[in-house]
DNA sequence: GAGAGATGTATTTTT
DNA sequence: TACATCTCTC
């Protein structure tokens, strides 16, 4: 029996032929394609403690990328449990994270100003420099907008190496140049810096390169449908020379073209790796057959795919359900009332609502709110975009990094003491003029006595305040400590007054101090960036008692018991960005997919006729999703019966005699809901309805 | 220079 | 609607 049998054999799981093919695939290129809750998790967990357990690796040996950081806390976890050992795998995590660690590293390797401390730039503070770089060139904001010049830059680094960079004109050109030398002055990257300068590394150095193919013997990336070209040609050049790349994913679920990832990378893996072997994984053992066989009866509609053919075993429960509403108020109210209704069979935490939008959450949470059910938003605005904890992070950022000049901005007058737009120039130019960073200038003008003594001695403030810091430090080592002293001394607490926003950085303190507790490097860079890489996501706890809400794309690699999605209606899912051209919609379809693939046991669909947008009302049709699969025998149509709640009779030219319904008491201006003789149940307008004594 | 209030404008998905 | 930016007053 040889290492592997054994191990195998020593398992608690049950594994079927198809996932033991994969695990036992030798070396060289793989690519398993994994369908929705075909135990992919599994397969990866294993392969890779088997390799641990037969010594074909060392955990520091093993290049591991993962979608989400809590994917990768999750993978670890359980091959430590296979293995029953608490094993470290240093370089398990997600293309971003551990494209920073490695550059973070390596940073003496970097072209330019760089060094260690390098701050993380987010789209909101990428957003600001183009803005700025626009105005100051005297450029026209309207022909260059700000977003798109955002969009340019992202995709171009999503592809492409910096040289091979090419411009629509010359001003645009310009512009992106412009933004790129102004993050290498202030030791900054954003997202697409930091995996597009790693690989940028393995092109130029070959040493590096030699070094980081020699360190990484096995090469492993779960969700490979959402990789893009420079990912790919990071991994391209991480696995060669022994090529032993073991990639997972399904091109059924890649949803995340728009922000660059290339579906190609997965229909084309063979013809990148001739001597592939393909494994795939078929057989789902998370859902019902109804649900699986509506998503996928959904699916089929798409062209861009591979082969593969789910199926299951798992017995038949409820069928899936369609209902449909007049408005999202009502969807949101049937939501809720079906949660409480349900509670006997599943708990909070087995629920989850899923939309296609952010904006979408609003009335569901007012209802829920209203019906006493408890619920989590996941996304929308993270914590660390909330305006406290961004001055909080940026103090930070400028103590460690002196040439941030985001972070310099931000808090250069943070509590306000004096010093305006005027004063903070005259500071930059002197900064510019001395080349140094912003720190040390202030320090001059200090000691220099350059400029008033009012500005002076509110400079005073703010450094005294950092040394302070600095020498808390080093003497008691607890940053959360030291840095609520800073914020006390310089009346940060003071200034903010509201309580929410004093509560959000206690919390940001307690963040620190849980950091300190679980890191040993104790370094405040590493903790600010693994905050800017983190998702929303990462910390959810299973156990915890609420309902979940969080838009499709984050229910990526999810599950839950009982499942809504809400808002299926054209124009919103899919979207009316993407009704331009096929592919688009195709990745729209394989969204709705991934959404009804989460569902284990009830998936509840719903679309409405009116929808209340910015502001104004939009109608909307049944998506075209639905039409795809209405005639699907597992799935059962609903339509909600109404009662009409009051005495006033009306008639309306169309659709006849009716009640007003006072039940509804969230009516738009305008707009009253009548219950119609016929049985429907409709909004109209006022002064269309007449009185019927 | 600070803060309140008015005005205007853009609204997909996110590491 | 909601958020950023501009304008006005103290």
């Known amino acids: 029996?040889?290492?592997?049998?054994?191990?195998?054999?020593?398992?608690?799981?049950?594994?079927?032929?198809?996932?033991?093919?994969?695990?036992?695939?030798?070396?060289?290129?793989?690519?398993?394609?994994?369908?929705?809750?075909?135990?992919?998790?599994?397969?990866?967990?294993?392969?890779?403690?088997?390799?641990?357990?037969?010594?074909?690796?060392?955990?520091?040996?093993?290049?591991?990328?993962?979608?989400?950081?809590?994917?990768?806390?999750?993978?670890?976890?359980?091959?430590?449990?296979?293995?029953?050992?608490?094993?470290?795998?240093?370089?398990?995590?997600?293309?971003?994270?551990?494209?920073?660690?490695?550059?973070?590293?390596?940073?003496?390797?970097?072209?330019?100003?760089?060094?260690?401390?390098?701050?993380?730039?987010?789209?909101?503070?990428?957003?600001?420099?183009?803005?700025?770089?626009?105005?100051?060139?005297?450029?026209?904001?309207?022909?260059?907008?700000?977003?798109?010049?955002?969009?340019?830059?992202?995709?171009?680094?999503?592809?492409?190496?910096?040289?091979?960079?090419?411009?629509?004109?010359?001003?645009?050109?310009?512009?992106?140049?412009?933004y790129q030398s102004k993050l290498e002055s202030l030791n900054a990257m954003d997202f697409g810096d930091l995996i597009l300068k790693f690989y940028e590394l393995l092109t130029i150095n070959n040493n590096f390169k030699e070094r980081i193919q020699k360190l990484f013997k096995y090469v492993f990336v779960d969700e490979y449908q959402d990789t893009n070209i420079i990912q790919f040609r990071l991994i391209n050049i991480i696995s060669n020379p022994d090529k032993n790349l073991f990639a997972v994913g399904d091109e059924d679920q890649s949803i995340y073209g728009w922000r660059g990832a290339n579906i190609e990378n997965i229909l084309q893996f063979k013809k990148f790796y001739p001597d592939t072997k393909v494994y795939k994984l078929e057989q789902n053992y998370r859902s019902t057959p109804q649900i699986l066989n509506v998503s996928n009866h959904l699916i089929s509609n798409n062209s861009e795919r591979l082969e593969k053919n789910m199926w299951t075993e798992n017995v038949k429960k409820e069928n899936v359900k369609l209902w449909s509403f007049d408005d999202d108020r009502e969807e949101a109210k049937h939501v809720a009332k079906e949660i409480l209704k349900n509670l006997n069979v599943f708990k909070y935490e087995d629920i989850a609502v899923f939309y296609r939008t952010n904006a979408q959450s609003r009335v569901l949470e007012e209802e829920l709110r209203k019906a006493n059910v408890k619920y989590k938003i996941y996304g929308n605005i993270s914590f660390y975009e909330r305006s406290e904890v961004k001055d909080c992070i940026s103090f930070l950022k400028f103590i460690i990094n002196p040439d941030d000049e985001m972070a310099f901005d931000r808090i250069i007058n943070l509590p306000p003491r004096g010093l305006g737009k005027k004063t903070v120039e005259k500071i930059k130019n002197i900064s510019i003029q001395e080349n140094e960073n912003h720190y040390k200038s202030l320090i001059n003008i200090i000691e220099g006595d350059i400029l008033s003594k009012k500005i002076i001695k509110s400079l005073e403030v703010l450094r005294n305040c950092i040394e302070d810091f600095k020498k808390n430090l080093n003497e008691f080592s607890s940053i959360s400590e030291s840095f609520e002293k800073f914020l006390i001394d310089?009346?940060?607490?003071?200034?903010?007054?509201?309580?929410?926003?004093?509560?959000?950085?206690?919390?940001?303190?307690?963040?620190?101090?849980?950091?300190?507790?679980?890191?040993?490097?104790?370094?405040?860079?590493?903790?600010?960036?693994?905050?800017?890489?983190?998702?929303?996501?990462?910390?959810?706890?299973?156990?915890?008692?609420?309902?979940?809400?969080?838009?499709?794309?984050?229910?990526?690699?999810?599950?839950?018991?009982?499942?809504?999605?809400?808002?299926?209606?054209?124009?919103?899912?899919?979207?009316?960005?993407?009704?331009?051209?096929?592919?688009?919609?195709?990745?729209?379809?394989?969204?709705c997919y991934v959404a009804f693939t989460r569902a284990i046991s009830s998936l509840n669909l719903s679309y409405c006729k009116m929808r209340r947008m910015f502001g104004s009302i939009t109608y909307?049709?049944?998506?075209?999703?639905?039409?795809?699969?209405?005639?699907?025998?597992?799935?059962?149509?609903?339509?909600?019966?109404?009662?009409?709640?009051?005495?006033?009779?009306?008639?309306?030219?169309?659709?006849?005699?009716?009640f007003i319904d006072t039940n509804d008491n969230d009516n738009f201006e305008d707009v009253v809901t009548v219950v119609f003789d016929s049985g429907a149940k409709k909004k109209v307008f006022v002064s269309d309805l007449e009185e019927i004594e």
């Open 1 to 178: 029996m040889t290492d592997l049998e054994n191990f195998l054999n020593n398992l608690d799981e049950k594994l079927n032929i198809n996932q033991l093919d994969a695990i036992n695939h030798k070396d060289g290129p793989a690519l398993v394609l994994a369908g929705a809750g075909s135990g992919k998790t599994k397969v990866l967990t294993i392969k890779i403690a088997s390799l641990i357990k037969n010594k074909k690796c060392g955990t520091n040996e093993l290049l591991a990328l993962t979608f989400t950081n809590k994917a990768s806390k999750e993978m670890i976890f359980r091959i430590s449990q296979i293995l029953s050992s608490k094993l470290d795998f240093p370089w398990m995590g997600t293309f971003h994270s551990i494209s920073y660690k490695i550059l973070r590293i390596n940073s003496e390797l970097l072209k330019g100003n760089y060094n260690s401390n390098f701050s993380i730039y987010d789209p909101t503070d990428q957003l600001k420099i183009i803005k700025n770089i626009i105005k100051i060139n005297d450029l026209d904001l309207n022909k260059y907008e700000p977003a798109k010049i955002r969009g340019k830059i992202d995709s171009l680094k999503n592809s492409l190496l910096y040289d091979e960079w090419e411009f629509e004109d010359d001003k645009e050109e310009q512009i992106i140049k412009t």
């Open 490 to 591: 310089l009346g940060y607490f003071d200034y903010l007054k509201d309580d929410d926003k004093l509560g959000n950085v206690s919390e940001f303190l307690n963040y620190i101090a849980e950091f300190e507790l679980s890191s040993e490097t104790n370094d405040i860079s590493d903790f600010l960036n693994s905050l800017m890489l983190s998702s929303s996501t990462d910390d959810m706890i299973d156990s915890s008692s609420f309902v979940t809400l969080m838009t499709v794309h984050l229910s990526k690699g999810l599950e839950f018991p009982c499942v809504y999605v809400v808002g299926i209606e054209e124009g919103l899912f899919p979207h009316s960005r993407s009704m331009y051209s096929t592919s688009e919609i195709e990745e729209e379809r394989r969204l």
């Open 620 to 658: 909307a049709s049944m998506s075209q999703f639905l039409d795809e699969i209405i005639e699907c025998d597992d799935l059962e149509e609903i339509n909600v019966m109404f009662e009409s709640t009051s005495n006033e009779r009306v008639f309306h030219y169309k659709f006849g005699n009716g």
